[in-house]
C-alpha cells in the first residue's frame, strides 16, 4: 500500500510538537501559481479561477482566516511553501497507535468506530502537525453498506469471502446505505471541529476500477487474472459492476465533502495494472462520472488522483478533470512536470524508501522533487523519519 504523503505544495509552520519548523521566509519557486491545465484548456481559466477566488475571499472575509495551505495549493492558488502530509501517517511507527491497537486489534472496529477513527486520525497531527489529516479509513470502507462485507487479514490484506463474478451475484448488492457509514460523517465533522483551519480534512474513496479489483477477486491481487479475463469474457458484468461502484462512490464523495472533507483523494490504486488503453475503458470513464457528479454537487472542492505505477497515465490522468494528480516514484518530477504542464498541482513521487535513509537522504529527495515541481507533495511509507521529512518540505 502506498504510503504517507506530503502532498503537493506544502506549507505551514510547524510550530509544535516535536518538530519546529516555524519562520520560513518562502523561497520566490514556491510563489508559483497552481492552476489546472483543464481549466486553462477550456479556456475559462481566469474566469473560473477569479470566481473561486472571489468565493475563497468572501470565505475568508466570513471566517477571518484563509482556507488551509493544502486547500489553497490543490485550487492552484499561489502559496506560500509546499504543504506536506503523508499518506499512513496514522500507524504502528507511534506508540500510541500500537497501544490503542492492542486494545482493538481489529482493523474495522478501528476504522469504524468514530471515537477511534478520531483518536487516531489525531494521533500524527498532534506529533507533527502536517498539513494534511487523513481520515483514518480504507477504500474498502464503504463496502458492506453496499452488501459486500469484507474482513482484514493481518498477513493477506482485504478478504472479500464472497466475490462478484456473474451477473446473478450483482444483485447482492445494493445502493449505497449511507445511515450505515454514519460514523465517517461524524468523524470528519468531528475532526473539522478539532483541527480548525491548522490543516486540511482529506478524505478518500476509491475508484470504481480499484474497488472492483477487490470484489472480483476476493481480496489482493498479484496478476488480476480473474478481472481481466473478465474484460474479454464478461464485459457486460464487468460494465455493470463499475457502473454501479460509480454511482455510489460518486455520493459518498459527495457525502463527505458535506461532512467536512476539504479535499477528496480518489486512489485508483491499481489503475496502473491496466495497459493504457484498457485503462481508457475500464477506468477512466468512471472515475470522469464520478468527478462530475461531485463537481456538479461541489465545484470548488479539490479532487486528487493518484495511481500506483501511473508513468503510462499520466496525460490521462490529467485528462479525467482531477484538480490534482499524485505521482508514485517511479516517474522522475521534471518529466512528469514536463507532460503535464506548469500549472497542474502534484503531489507524491518521493521515493518512501528514503524514510529509512536518514536525514540527509530524505532532505535531498525532497529538494530535488520540490525542485523540479515548484511546490509539491512528497510520498513516503512507514513514517518513522516524517519530522526529517516535515523539516526538509518547509526548509
Ligand atoms: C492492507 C490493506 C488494507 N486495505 C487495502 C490494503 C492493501 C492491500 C493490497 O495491497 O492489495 C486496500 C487499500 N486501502 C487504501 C488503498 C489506497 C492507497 C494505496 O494505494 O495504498 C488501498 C489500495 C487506503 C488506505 N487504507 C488505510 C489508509 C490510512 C489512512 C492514514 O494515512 O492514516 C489509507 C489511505 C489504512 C489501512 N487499511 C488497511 C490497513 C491494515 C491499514 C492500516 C491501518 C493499520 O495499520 O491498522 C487494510
Known sequence: MASWACPRPLTASVTRGAFQCAGLPLPPS?????????????????????????????????????EPLLVRAARGEPVERPPCWMMRQAGRYQKAFRDLAKQYPSFRQRSETTDLIVEITLQPFEAYKPDGVILFSDILTPLPAMGIPFEIDDKKGPIISDPITSKDQLSKMYPLRLDELQFVGDSLRQLRQRVGDQAAILGFVGSPWTLSTYVVEGGTSAVYSVIKSM?????????????????????????QIENGAHVVQIFDSWGGQLTPKDWDRWSRPYIERMIEVAKSRHPTVPLALYANGSGGLLERMKSTGADVIGLDWTVDMADARQRLGPDVPVQGNVDPALLFAGEEAIEEGVRDCVAKAGPTVCYCQEPILLGALLRACVS
Request: charged share 30%.
Open 231 to 255: 474484460m474479454h469474457n464478461a464485459p457486460d458484468v464487468l460494465e455493470a459492476l463499475l457502473s454501479f461502484l460509480t454511482d455510489q462512490i460518486a455520493e459518498y464523495i459527495v457525502y
Open 30 to 66: 514556491f510563489r508559483v501559481s497552481w492552476s489546472s491545465g483543464r481549466r486553462l484548456r477550456r479556456g475559462g481559466r481566469s474566469r473560473r479561477r477569479d470566481r473561486e477566488h472571489r468565493r475563497a475571499c468572501a470565505r475568508m472575509a466570513a471566517d477571518g482566516v484563509p
